[in-house]
């Protein structure tokens, strides 16, 4: 395959080495797809080698960085986008910082698909992390909410941002990514899922096998007869906030959009003097002067909701005030990171 | 066969990609072969992608055996 003429074989065999050798960390597997990546004439060739060794490294999430990092750096766009996945796919749910540190350049890069590529694979890394463990979290969701608003950003690079707000989201912040399984061994459906994913730089339908990669976050404990006794409880070792729901996507409800005053038309002017005209200008007194009964009514209603904001504004600083707890207990079934 | 299909290499495509989803990891010689040939007479990028898709999905997890198919 890697001598045929054709790029696209060339390229289905650089999936063919990602998929033979996937999880593996195969030196001389490794030592081909860098040497493809580098060689080939093909930037679709190109970017699939790269792309590979992220499949091939997902056992050693560090080494990922490490290996493409100088291909990050690559005068050649495709290069920088395979790498950018390489690091999503071989770090994916890790949060490691060594990743943050490849791809914080990458999401402001000069080419709208680099910048869409490294927006996804950060997305696929730190999915799941929580700010706590890692504070950088919150500057990449703003950094996403912000290309998402932006009507000057390149719609790529948006669709890349929107797509990694879902990611960050998926399964109702109830999932991760995994290419492997919890005792180690790969996970064949996870990692054929991201390979037909990278398909999505053809097909946008593609995106959708993402959802083959992602895996429950969830501890449920059984009896002996398959059920899930609710007297089971666990203890967390840890401060609540530091494991608890990522914020999700918060709406400006204070941003209303400006009314737009209507272009009053002369024709429209003149067409309702007319009318006016004809009626003698009746009913006008009707219209006018609201009861004020209703405006006291209204006050009093107004007044009302301000207590109880302020009382649930109090109630919320207490809680502030407390020390929070080392420890909590959790009911099952409950929700647990890696 | 459905990737024979002339009028649409969509249809093409979707059977290439389901053939490889569903032979993830057989490595079966046969289809392999048949493939390839396939790939020949195909001039559509649509379909030459899936196809070439096809046989890496069959390589998985395959190691050495793929190195014969890959060079």
Same mark, same amino acid.
């Given at each position: 395959?890697?001598? /045929?003429?054709d790029a696209i074989v060339r390229y289905?065999?650089?999936?063919?080495?990602?998929?033979?050798?996937?999880?593996?960390?195969?030196?001389?597997?490794?030592?081909?797809?860098?040497?493809?990546?580098?060689?080939?004439?093909?930037?679709?060739?190109?970017?699939?080698?790269?792309?590979?060794?992220?499949?091939?490294?997902?056992?050693?999430?560090?080494?990922?960085?490490?290996?493409?990092?100088?291909?990050?750096?690559?005068?050649?766009?495709?290069?920088?986008?395979?790498?950018?996945?390489?690091?999503?796919?071989? *770090?994916?749910?890790?949060?490691?910082?060594?990743?943050?540190?490849?791809?914080?350049?990458?999401?402001?890069?000069?080419?709208?698909?680099?910048?869409?590529?490294?927006?996804?694979?950060? /997305?696929?890394?730190?999915?799941?992390?929580?700010?706590?463990?890692?504070?950088?979290?919150?500057?990449?969701?703003?950094?996403?909410?912000?290309?998402?608003?932006?009507?000057?950003?390149?719609?790529?690079?948006?669709?890349?941002?929107?797509?990694?707000?879902?990611?960050?989201?998926?399964?109702g912040r109830n999932a991760t990514m995994?290419?492997?399984?919890?005792?180690?061994?790969?996970?064949?459906?996870?990692?054929?899922?991201?390979?037909?994913? *990278?398909?999505?730089?053809?097909?946008?339908?593609?995106?959708?096998?993402?959802?083959?990669?992602?895996?429950?976050?969830?501890?449920?404990?059984?009896?002996?007869?398959?059920?899930?006794?609710?007297?089971?409880?666990?203890?967390?070792?840890?401060?609540? /906030?530091?494991?608890?729901?990522?914020?999700?996507?918060?709406?400006?409800?204070?941003?209303?959009?400006?009314?737009?005053?209507?272009?009053?038309? /002369?024709?429209?002017?003149?067409?309702?003097?007319?009318?006016?005209?004809?009626?003698?200008?009746?009913?006008?007194?009707?219209?006018?002067?609201?009861?004020?009964?209703?405006?006291?009514?209204?006050?009093?209603?107004?007044? =009302?909701?301000?207590?109880? =904001?302020? =009382?649930?504004? =109090?109630?919320?600083?207490?809680?502030?005030?407390?020390?929070?707890?080392?420890?909590?207990?959790?009911?099952?079934?409950?929700?647990?990171?890696? | 066969?459905?990737?024979?299909?002339?009028?649409?290499?969509?249809?093409?495509?979707?059977?290439?990609?389901?053939?490889?989803?569903?032979?993830?990891?057989?490595?079966?010689?046969?289809?392999?072969?048949?493939?390839?040939?396939?790939?020949?007479?195909?001039?559509?990028?649509?379909?030459?992608?899936?196809?070439?898709?096809?046989?890496?999905?069959?390589?998985?997890g395959r190691e050495e055996q793929a190195?014969?198919?890959?060079?």
């Open positions: 395959m890697v001598r /045929s003429k289905g065999a650089m999936y063919a080495i990602g998929a033979a050798y996937a999880g593996t960390s195969n030196n001389s597997a490794v030592q081909k797809l860098l040497h493809y990546a580098v060689s080939d004439v093909n930037d679709d060739v190109k970017r699939a080698a790269l792309t590979n060794l992220g499949f091939l490294l997902l056992r050693k999430p560090q080494t990922v960085p490490e290996s493409v990092k100088h291909l990050a750096e690559s005068y050649n766009p495709h290069l920088r986008y395979g790498a950018a996945m390489a690091v999503g796919i071989g *770090c994916a749910g890790t949060g490691l910082n060594e990743a943050l540190k490849l791809l914080a350049p990458l999401t402001n890069d000069q080419v709208d698909f680099v910048r869409q590529g490294a927006l996804i694979a950060l /997305s696929m890394v730190f999915i799941q992390v929580t700010e706590v463990q890692e504070p950088k979290v919150a500057t990449i969701k703003k950094l996403y909410n912000k290309m998402i608003e932006d009507k000057h950003e390149d719609v790529l690079s948006r669709m890349g941002a929107i797509i990694s707000q879902g990611i960050l989201n998926a399964a995994s290419l492997t399984t919890r005792d180690g061994n790969l996970r064949q459906n996870a990692i054929v899922g991201l390979m037909m994913f *990278c398909q999505h730089w053809y097909w946008y339908p593609m995106l959708n096998f993402l959802g083959l990669a992602l895996t429950p976050t969830a501890l449920i404990g059984l009896n002996g007869s398959l059920k899930v006794p609710k007297s089971f409880k666990c203890i967390s070792n840890a401060k609540p /906030s530091a494991y608890k729901y990522p914020e999700f996507i918060k709406i400006d409800k204070d941003k209303k959009k400006e009314k737009v005053t209507a272009a009053v038309l /002369s024709t429209t002017a003149k067409a309702k003097a007319r009318k006016d005209r004809k009626e003698g200008k009746t009913g006008d007194a009707e219209a006018t002067s609201p009861s004020p009964k209703k405006a006291e009514a209204d006050k009093e209603m107004v007044d =009302e909701e301000k207590k109880a =904001e302020e =009382e649930k504004a =109090e109630e919320e600083k207490k809680k502030e005030d407390e020390p929070e707890p080392d420890f909590q207990e959790l009911k099952n079934p409950t929700r647990v990171l890696k | 066969m459905l990737y024979n299909n002339a009028d649409s290499a969509i249809i093409g495509e979707a059977a290439a990609y389901g053939m490889g989803l569903v032979m993830i990891g057989a490595a079966d010689q046969e289809s392999i072969q048949d493939i390839l040939n396939h790939i020949d007479d195909q001039n559509h990028e649509k379909i030459i992608r899936a196809l070439s898709m096809t046989l890496a999905l069959q390589m998985f190195d014969t198919l890959v060079e």
